[in-house]
């Protein structure tokens, strides 16, 4: 069964800092991994897609990094801004079942200060 | 196009009720996913449907759980005789399914239910 961690649980930093969020998965054979924002009582919204033959992705401040054979991806997020402040959700869609579905992350809960 | 819609945005319901959500997708999306999310865990699934077909069902949903999507547009989620177990946002994805490696899910604001 995929499992997936996400550390830290929660992170405060202040504004401007570059930072890395860490995620790992048991299970190597994955379709892709993406990176999601959370706002607080909101839904999901998609940042960064790695497909599983990709190494990275970037989108403006944000970079993430796959390795797959080793069952780790990290999100790494340049001069931070308080607007970033959200929870930070990892999912890998996996091969084994049908490779339908996502597992989720208990994510990383980021504050930026002033 | 106003990405996925969810509706209601919040539900408070006695314990024993029953209660529907609606997922409105994306506009020509073929598949729409349903994910259940409590207090500190990431979603977790609970269905999905490619167009009008419910193709996968995880053992999280329960005979109290039924979900469907008549002619592969909006979808509906219902809980019958809710249980405080039942608290929880409700996650209403949907995608354009390609290949397997790029696809790409669009999430709705969620449902979030309140079993007194």
């Known amino acids: ?114 | 196009d106003t990405g996925v819609s969810q509706d209601p945005r919040h539900k408070i319901t006695k314990r024993g009720q029953n209660v529907t959500f609606r997922c409105d997708p994306i506009s020509e999306h073929n598949r729409l996913y349903w994910y259940r999310q409590t207090l500190g865990q990431g979603p977790e699934f609970l269905t999905y449907f490619q167009n009008e077909a419910q193709l996968e069902k995880s053992r999280l949903l329960s005979d109290r759980f039924s979900a469907e999507r008549p002619k592969g547009s909006f979808s509906t989620l219902e809980i019958q005789r809710t249980e405080q177990g039942d608290s929880a946002m409700y996650l209403c994805a949907s995608s354009l399914r390609s290949g397997q490696g790029d696809e790409k899910l669009f999430f709705g604001s969620g449902t979030q239910l309140s079993v007194l």
């Open chain 1, 1 to 114: 069964k995929q499992e997936v961690t996400q550390i830290p649980a929660a992170l405060s930093v202040p504004e401007g800092e570059n930072l890395v969020l860490n995620c790992s998965f048991t299970d190597s054979a994955i379709y892709n991994l993406q990176w999601f924002r959370q706002d607080p009582g909101k839904g999901l919204t998609s940042l960064l897609l790695i497909q599983s033959s990709q190494r990275e992705q970037t989108s403006g401040r944000l970079n993430a990094s796959l390795d797959k054979s080793s069952g780790r991806s990290t999100l790494y997020i340049a001069a931070s801004q308080p607007g970033d402040s959200a929870t930070y959700l990892c999912a890998v869609k996996g091969v084994t079942g049908g490779g339908n579905k996502l597992t989720f992350g208990t994510g990383t809960q980021l504050k930026v200060e002033l």
